[in-house]
């Protein structure tokens, strides 16, 4: 029988993030996770916290931005390339409504003044550009491969799905298997529709699809967002997405999402492209559009980390923290996080 204080079921952002808290806090785990892939693989890895629709500050981003950056750069190797990120204009209001925005306070560090007056020939564009700053690309699966193999060399992650039939919960913590620990920690994704424990929690399924297309042609060095977005991934090949779904029949990737990302690029891009694959993840969402941390209502050695939705790579390293913080030390959670905001509407 093997003893742990933590035991972390799911291995996507979340459960990255409560692994390297518990390493910090100097506590025990061992990782369950299905190793399939989950939203965290086929996400973008775009590391920015503006909105680059209306070029807002997203929701506290400044502060998610510089707690995750320190994590994702501490890594070797390093999972983090830095790369601005081009926003080409539709009208003038929009070059207006940038340069609003470059004088405010908090999103004026991650957006140049500066316009950039000459865009690539492969880009449609009938307007100049703005461009961010300190933004760039993380490699979710170098950085999640890497820690599932170090687990592994320690023994301490299991790759098989998680049967809730088999755990146990008892006054001094629970045994799933062959294997004790004092906490439990879920960090599913959307999976956690399945879960007896958190199911009733409102999150929402949100499929995304993202193509993976090769074009000599295109020869962008930066991320273009203009509709969906353009990233490049070398040797001439690009991730264009992603799209969003609430209603969708499987996991699977879709013909009608196929249609719909190169209908859209065409607007974009001018020149040829051939498809060379496609890639398909469950976004768990919520409608408040925050994440989701706490204990149980019922079972407190139960706990839970999901919804970070479309940006898991600045909320994910942090929010960790923050969980870990709570079960130890007894910390607050934020009131804007906590599950207890959905008590009322959940079953006992």
């Known amino acids: 029988m093997k003893k742990v204080n933590y035991l972390i079921v799911g291995y996507g952002l979340a459960g990255f993030a409560v692994h390297q808290a518990l390493k910090e806090a100097k506590r025990s785990f061992h990782v369950i996770d299905a190793a399939k892939n989950p939203a965290s693989l086929v996400a973008g890895g775009l590391v920015n916290p503006i909105v680059l629709k209306k070029f807002n500050m997203s929701w506290k981003g400044e502060y998610w931005y510089e707690q995750?950056?320190?994590?994702?750069?501490?890594?070797?190797?390093?999972?983090?390339?830095?790369?601005?990120?081009l926003r080409p204009f539709k009208n003038k209001q929009e070059q207006n409504d940038w340069f609003m925005a470059c004088e405010r306070p908090k999103a004026k560090a991650f957006l140049a003044s500066e316009l950039v007056k000459i865009l690539p020939n492969s880009l449609q564009a009938e307007h100049q550009a703005g461009q961010t700053q300190g933004t760039g690309l993380l490699n979710i699966a170098q950085l999640l491969q890497n820690q599932k193999n170090e687990l592994q060399q320690q023994k301490a992650y299991t790759a098989a799905s998680f049967d809730y039939q088999q755990?146990?919960?008892?006054?001094?913590?629970?045994?799933?298997?062959?294997?004790k620990a004092d906490k439990l920690v879920f960090c599913e994704g959307a999976q956690i529709k399945n879960n007896p424990y958190f199911k009733d929690l409102p999150i929402v399924p949100n499929k995304g699809e993202y193509l993976i297309i090769h074009s000599p042609q295109l020869q962008l060095e930066?991320?273009?967002?203009?509709?969906?977005?353009?990233?490049?991934?070398g040797d001439?090949?690009?991730?264009?997405?992603?799209?969003?779904?609430r209603k969708f029949e499987d996991e699977q990737p879709s013909a009608s999402a196929k249609s719909e990302i190169i209908k859209k690029l065409k607007q974009i891009i001018n020149c040829d492209f051939k498809v060379v694959d496609q890639l398909a993840g469950v976004r768990p969402t919520l409608g408040d559009r925050k994440p989701v941390m706490g204990r149980h209502q019922k079972h407190e050695q139960l706990y839970v980390l999901n919804g970070f939705g479309?940006?898991?790579?600045?909320?994910?390293?942090?929010?960790?923290?923050?969980?870990?913080?709570?079960?130890?030390?007894?910390?607050?959670?934020?009131?804007?996080?906590?599950?207890?905001?959905f008590y009322a509407s959940r079953q006992p």
């Open 167 to 179: 755990l146990a919960i008892r006054e001094d913590g629970v045994q799933y298997a062959n294997i």
């Open 236 to 245: 001439n090949r690009y991730k264009v997405g992603a799209t969003y779904a």
């Open 222 to 233: 930066q991320v273009v967002k203009a509709g969906y977005f353009i990233i490049p991934l």
């Open 68 to 85: 995750a950056i320190k994590v994702y750069q501490s890594f070797e190797p390093n999972p983090f390339t830095p790369m601005p990120f």
């Open 310 to 341: 479309s940006r898991g790579i600045l909320y994910a390293p942090e929010m960790g923290r923050m969980l870990v913080a709570y079960s130890e030390k007894q910390q607050p959670l934020p009131s804007e996080l906590a599950i207890e905001r």
